[in-house]
């Protein structure tokens, strides 16, 4: 900071707070982690100081983690592939209609939020379950006669896990398609493009800024989630998440719960940074532009 | 923070005066004085008033819902009007979030007495070095309690309770009357649970290793208080997670589940059967030989105000109190129902024992339990994944 | 044109999607039974007068509110300060200032909040309603600084410049042009922290103080024996109070310029 050119305070004065709060919030206590997973759990809630790499040797040798790992891995990209390809068309639809309370439209993605997160993901069981909604309607057509199962597996976890990151994404690639020239595919189109070439040609690159930073949070979120797996899931059905939360809070393990922790936090730092290789990560602002 | 705002006003005004502010952004700029100035007062208000209340707060954490109500009605809102005192009552997740809190805060800052779950946990916290020394003359109502309940917790704690109990219940079997009789579920006992013809019918409890723990004993053919081969317990459970639908994690879904017909059999909480069957479903409920019972307890930290806790205690006591938590929560109070005269609705609760000698029920040895808890809770954690 | 009415189309079925769980909630709150599956066995308003009558739902309902106000408030506040700041100064660093500044949503909630509580006690500062305020700040930040970013963005400093080039000073500059311009993602923005606060449960269990429940938590207690339909009803009133006041307001305000 002591270089010669002048150096200008101001943009830190704004800055500050913001960072003393991040500082003090997220950065010391990663901190505090870090060191406990080197600590040594004695018994069920009791820790003793040490500098041992014992826990991190458990992480690196016992397959039990490597497949909770690739389980939560392989989840987040189907979730985010599913609500890329789901949240795209709606937000191309807001973006470019001509209803005029569009902050309706998006106001009414974020309302499901309202209702508590616990009550909402129960709700499938009422819609998908076998005295559920669509069982009904399919009995009393007489399509079926007995109840089809939904619940209980990947699939209900997956559709509810799309049902709560879904708004992040189409908020995500609606900012940047309401960012684009609305005379660019027009034009396109007097040059000769088929109407699709043209979206494919114009929009669609021009909106990829906005579906990375969709999915860089809706992977991300997945990646970190325990609790809709516990509600809608089977026995199968588990993701990292749940062995950082039953190290920490059931096995009263917090080394190794740090341990976890951390894993789970450099992983996704690498996603981040393949996606900041990629697109660069101002681009995660830039499109909610 | 009143004054700065004050300030501000004036500043605005002055500015408006000459013209330099237009009116719109004013009024924006006003209201966001005006809530600045309204939040700020209204936790000043709070925090004063925190600061004026006398007497002594209690921190009592337990499950909510009907049981928090009831103690709220009965014994908080009467101790607070003849004591002074305050109690502030709080909703937990389970005993471990509230271990957790402790251990991460370093002192019981907030925390005084907690509903607690089982012998076993008495002897966590005592071995954790949060047992209090209860002085039971100061709680006649304890003289109620049933001995056989109190036992147990005296052999943990010989010279003193830490803890008065609570209620009990037990975790039996459940089982949908319409598709399974009761002559067969009886006759099947532990191993309905894994009756390969209910395959995807089957339930079982998620949250508690020893709870799994035990019917993998009981379907290994071994004493659950004196399990020889833990290899034999973690074979069965890991039969029984294949035939399930899904471990559920809370009462709620227990109900759920069984409600809905999703599952058929499992094992489940003697007082959310009976409400259940009090809603009108058909489910039945038993409890195979040598099935779980437990008891729980409200549990003082060490470090709280003994005097005014024991008060307390001796308030959520009360025979009318302790009848009313039961009839909400469906589990029968630890009174002894040869001293103090139950209702009909207790009396019909399942695992109400009207002798008040529990012969019938075993237990969880503490001792026995709490030695191997860190590796096989462990186990539990993984068989549960799959492993 | 057949090309957009599919997209009307998929859009419907989306918003559908969406929509469905909410409806059940909805549909549900009006059920008179407890168990409310499907089909709806009677329609009773008893769920209504239960919640406002159960004290401990209300206050912790107003504890939420008031948190979540809060949340709003110092989340937008910070998010604005530090977007001015790395959009309209140069900031050395400035991609590692915004990493650390979308971290809280990187890292797994569980983990912020033992480490939080362990630096606490390290600090032997007790659990207050304001760490949980300062808490759910930190964890709505990074969704306030992405939003209004990137509105930031396409504010053309040429606004500014002019302002300033007329005589007004930084501040009246930031009040009377920038912010006006930048409404738009400042309500998104504090819409978005106040619905994040609303609804977080993992990291509340840890923070709030001793006493203090939020909905998500009171809920999360009430599952042991059953969730009653109250809490329906109570999703039921925040939808009508959240889409039913913009929606007066904008008709209202319709309705008075028409008359002038």
Known sequence: MAKATAFDPRPWYLLSPALLAIAFLVIAPICFILVYSFYINVDLGVDEVAFQFGNWQDLLTDSYYHNAIWKTFRMAVIVTVLAAFLGYIPAYFIAHTNFRRKWLLLLLLILPFWVSFIIRTMSWIHIM????????????????????????????????????????????????????????????????CTPWQAFREV???????????????????TAGSYVTPIILGGPNDFLFGNLIYDAVVSELNWPMGATLSFTLLFLLGIVVVIYSRFMGLNQLYKALS | MKQDSTKRYEKLREVMGNGDIDRRSFMGLLGAAGLVAGVGGGIMTTLSRQALAAGTELHFEGWGGIVSEALRKNAFDPYEAKTGNSVIDATFGGEEEVLTKLKAAGSIDGH????????????????????SEINEKNIPN?????????????????????????????????????????????????????????????GGWGGDWANRAWYGALQSGQDPNDITDWDAVWDKVREHRGLILKYWSSGAELMDLLAKEEIYVTEAWSGRVAALQAQGHPIGYFDPKNGLAWMETMFVLKGS??????????????????????????????????????????????????????????????????????????????????? | MRAWNLIKIYTVLVYIFMFAPVAVVLLLAFNSSQFGGFPIEGFSLRWFAKLFENEAIMRAFETSLILGVLTAFFATTLGILASLALVRYKVPGKEWITTLLISPVLVPETVLAVGLLIFLRWLSMPRSFAVLLLGHTMIALPFVVLVVQARLVGIRKEYEEAARSLGANPLQTFFQVTLPLLMPAVFAGALFAFTISFDNITATIFWRPAGSETVPTQIFGMLRNSVSPEINALGFVMIVITVGVPLMAGGLARYFARKR
Do not use: C
Not at chain 2, 171 to 180: D, E, L, P, Q, W
Not at chain 2, 331 to 347: G, I, Q
């Open chain 1, 129 to 192: 379950g076998n005295q559920g909604a669509i069982n009904g309607v399919l009995i009393w057509l007489g399509l079926t006669d007995e109840p089809i199962s939904m619940m209980y597996n990947e699939f209900a976890v997956i559709v509810g896990f799309i049902h709560v990151f879904l708004p992040y994404m189409i908020l995500n690639v609606y900012v940047s398609l309401e960012g684009i020239d609305r005379n660019l595919e027009p034009a396109a189109r007097t040059l000769g």
């Open chain 1, 203 to 221: 929009t669609l690159p021009l909106s990829l800024p906005g579906l990375a930073a969709g999915s860089l949070l809706v992977f991300v979120l």
């Open chain 2, 112 to 131: 005084n007495i907690i509903h607690s779950s089982g012998i076993a946990w008495y002897k966590r916290w005592v071995d954790n070095g949060y047992a």
């Open chain 2, 142 to 202: 304890m003289a109620n309690v049933m001995e056989a309940v109190l036992k147990p917790f005296r052999a943990v704690t010989p010279d003193h309770l830490s803890a008065a109990p609570y209620d009990y219940g037990t975790t039996g079997i459940a089982y949908n009357t319409k598709y399974v009789s009761e002559a067969d579920a009886k006759a099947m006992g532990a191993n309905l649970l894994l009756n390969k013809e209910l395959k995807g019918k089957i």
């Open chain 2, 305 to 387: 105000p003994m005097a005014e806790a024991e008060e307390l205690l001796n308030f959520m006591l009360a025979p009318e109190t302790s009848i009313a938590v039961a009839e909400g929560q469906k589990y029968p109070p630890a009174l002894d129902p040869s001293k103090v005269e139950m209702t009909d609705m207790v009396k019909g609760l399942p695992a109400f024992d009207p002798t008040g000698k529990l012969d019938g029920l075993v237990f969880r040895d503490p001792v026995k339990w709490n030695e191997v808890e860190k590796d096989q809770k462990k186990m539990w954690n993984r068989v549960k994944k799959g492993a």
